[in-house]
């Protein structure tokens, strides 16, 4: 696998491989786009049936998807759910990383609060799922506002330590020198060290919105009862529905993951970037 | 001057952080401990109540249905954090050599890391309950004939497999972070000891990027332990409760099956175990970076 870095030439070996090894990716991708265009009278036993493209590349199943999943109404939670957490994390999360980041050294009582947050991210959410249950309906949390609340309390461990990781490289120099101009420091910290931590933001964004507009477990224990789904939550809850119509489960599917991959090819750098800092920082 | 200066400072990191360590304790502490008291009675999830002490704890170690959701969790997440690191230090390998369209290539195998891993579930599902044995009977390979997700002995290579899909895309994104770490010169001055091929990985490269390696094992066994979305898409704990994780068995029968004490329990024995894995862990990973 490592040519010798030497040589300036391409590597075919691997690329020969990489195209193979792409095969993985583009296969179940192939498979969901056929299936979902399909007719169920199309879809004969032997695998040329299922897999040989669409007689007409019909809407007809997504149409018909959309009014079984209550589509938008789902997409819409799942936009409003996503957008709204990811927002009140970069404000929450900033502002805590950066009273913790800059007093952790020099109090006990920071430092304190900085570990005990931080081991929140050992904890895992089977443990809280039925307290939090029970909770968020004792106060008239079982809905999508309590799913937000809850993803800021989630991802707060893991965004903590990468704001007040990032602030370590942020002089307190420019602090003081806003000081001088008697900023106070609640100004002091929008005027100056929020823009500063823009490539952080950035990330906390991207690691946010992904776990958010994916995850199952948090809105299918807390919004159960609320009869509003999210848009995995919607494929988990009309699965039943579907019965052994593939093609209409399918064009779901295919519905379901149009939207990341939209963002996904929009972003991809900002993306890839956001999920390396956070994973390596 | 100075010192009013100094306090209105110190008022202002109270007033950031009491709210948001307030919103903090009482959305994770506070659960985690009724969860805790939760797992001292016979708690149903509605009604009446008694304090039993310790005897959820107790039947947990006999209940052979807990034991074998370990069983079955461990094992899945050992092999496919096994296999996940192989593929994607491969993969990584390969898309960090010296090839055409290098942007594309990570682009494209970065993608299974994006899509949701429920709706990712659900399509492998239909792959191995209809594609593959269909494959595998005109191949003629008997043993792949039916579906690997309704045999209990093979039901969790299949979920083993969609995590793997998933986490090998996350996983060589870090270790292509972690190449870029290592010197060109590093590879030249090897090579004129004679370092080349699986040489040059085993005694240059590979022990460059450990940290990058600790990072992935972290997260791969992490997430592997908690898997959820996977059981949920492909087998839903079946078939005869041969594909059962801690979660899954937790979010079943705790929420709905009546035993929310004795789940909070097992979901208490497991919060222990997270801990200590990770935290050996990271003991096992630090120390061999200082080694080096």
Redesign the interface.
């Known amino acids: 696998?490592?040519?010798?870095?030497?040589?300036?030439?391409?590597?075919k070996v691997?690329?020969v491989?990489?195209i193979l090894?792409?095969s993985?990716?583009i296969f179940?991708l192939y498979?969901?786009i056929v299936?979902a265009f399909k007719q169920p009278s199309e879809m004969t036993?032997?695998?040329s049936g299922?897999?040989s493209l669409p007689k007409s590349w019909s809407l007809s199943n997504f149409k018909e998807a959309m009014e079984v999943t209550d589509f938008w109404r789902s997409l819409k939670n799942s936009l409003l759910i996503t957008l709204v957490a990811v927002g009140l994390s970069i404000i929450?999360h900033s502002?805590?990383g950066?009273?913790?980041g800059?007093?952790k050294a020099k109090s006990k009582f920071?430092s304190f609060?900085y570990l005990?947050?931080v081991s929140?991210m050992?904890?895992?959410?089977?443990?809280?799922?039925?307290?939090?249950?029970?909770?968020t309906a004792e106060m008239g949390l079982a809905n999508w506002v309590g799913v937000i609340?809850?993803y800021?309390?989630?991802y707060?461990p893991m965004n903590v330590l990468l704001y007040s990781g990032y602030l370590v490289n942020i002089p307190m120099a420019l602090e003081e020198a806003a000081?001088v101009d008697g900023a106070?420091?609640?100004r002091t910290y929008w005027k100056i060290i929020f823009p500063i931590m823009r490539p952080m933001h950035a990330t906390v964004a991207v690691l946010t919105a992904?776990s958010v507009?994916?995850d199952?477990?948090t809105p299918l224990?807390i919004m159960a009862g609320s009869g509003q789904n999210t848009?995995?939550l919607a494929?988990?809850n009309f699965?039943s529905q579907f019965g052994t119509n593939?093609n209409l489960?399918?064009a779901s599917?295919l519905l379901?993951?149009i939207p990341?991959?939209i963002?996904?090819i929009i972003c991809?750098k900002q993306?890839?970037n956001g999920?390396?800092n956070g994973?390596?920082k | 001057m100075k010192e009013v200066?100094k306090n209105?400072?110190k008022r202002?990191?109270l007033l950031?952080?009491i709210p948001?360590?307030a919103?903090?304790i009482?959305?994770?502490t506070?659960?985690?401990i009724?969860?805790v008291i939760?797992s001292f009675t016979n708690f149903k999830?509605f009604g009446k109540y008694n304090w039993v002490g310790f005897q959820n704890y107790i039947d947990l170690f006999s209940d052979a249905r807990v034991g074998k959701s370990y069983w079955f969790t461990f094992k899945l997440a050992i092999v496919s954090t096994v296999v996940t690191n192989v593929l994607s230090l491969?993969?990584a390998?390969?898309?960090n050599?010296?090839?055409?369209a290098k942007s594309f290539?990570?682009?494209?195998?970065?993608?299974?890391?994006?899509?949701?891993?429920?709706?990712?579930g659900?399509?492998?599902n239909?792959?191995f309950t209809?594609?593959l044995p269909?494959?595998a009977q005109?191949m003629g390979i008997g043993a792949l004939s039916s579906s690997i997700l309704s045999n209990p002995s093979a039901a969790w290579i299949g979920i083993m497999v969609v995590c793997a899909?998933q986490a090998i895309a996350?996983n060589t994104?870090?270790y292509i972070?972690g190449l870029q770490t290592v010197p060109?010169d590093v590879?030249?001055a090897g090579?004129l000891d004679g370092a080349?091929?699986w040489k040059?990985?085993r005694y240059l490269?590979f022990p460059l990027i450990i940290p990058?390696f600790s990072?992935n094992m972290v997260?791969c066994v992490k997430n592997f332990l908690?898997v959820?979305?996977q059981i949920?898409a492909l087998t839903k704990g079946g078939p005869a409760q041969s594909t059962e994780s801690?979660?899954y068995l937790?979010?079943n029968n705790?929420?709905s099956g009546g035993q929310?004490g004795f789940?909070?329990a097992n979901?208490?024995v497991?919060?222990i175990v997270?801990?200590i894995v990770?935290v050996a862990q990271m003991k096992f990973s630090s120390s061999k970076e200082e080694q080096l």
Request: proline share 3%; hydrophobic share 60%.
């Open positions: 696998m490592t040519k010798k870095n030497a040589d300036t030439h391409t590597n691997a690329m491989l990489l090894g792409l993985t990716i179940p498979l969901t299936i036993n032997s695998i299922i897999l929450i502002l805590m950066y009273a913790l800059r007093n920071y609060v005990f947050i929140g050992f904890v895992p959410f089977a443990i809280l799922m039925m307290p939090l249950a029970k909770q609340l809850l800021v309390v989630f707060m000081k106070s420091t609640w992904l507009w994916n199952v477990m224990v848009l995995p494929q988990l699965q593939y489960a399918f599917y379901a993951l990341i991959l963002f996904y991809q993306i890839l999920v390396v994973a390596v | 200066m209105e400072r202002t990191f950031i952080t948001i360590l919103l903090f009482c959305f994770n506070i659960p985690l009724r969860g939760y999830g491969i993969l390998l390969g898309l050599s010296k090839i055409k290539f990570r682009g494209a195998y970065f993608l299974p890391n994006i899509l949701g891993a429920l709706v990712v659900y399509i492998f239909y792959f209809y594609i269909a494959v005109m899909w996350m994104i870090i972070s060109e590879y030249e090579g080349t091929g040059q990985f490269t990058f990072i997260l908690m959820f979305d949920m801690i979660s937790i979010y705790g929420m929310f789940q909070s979901a208490v497991f919060f997270i801990v990770s």
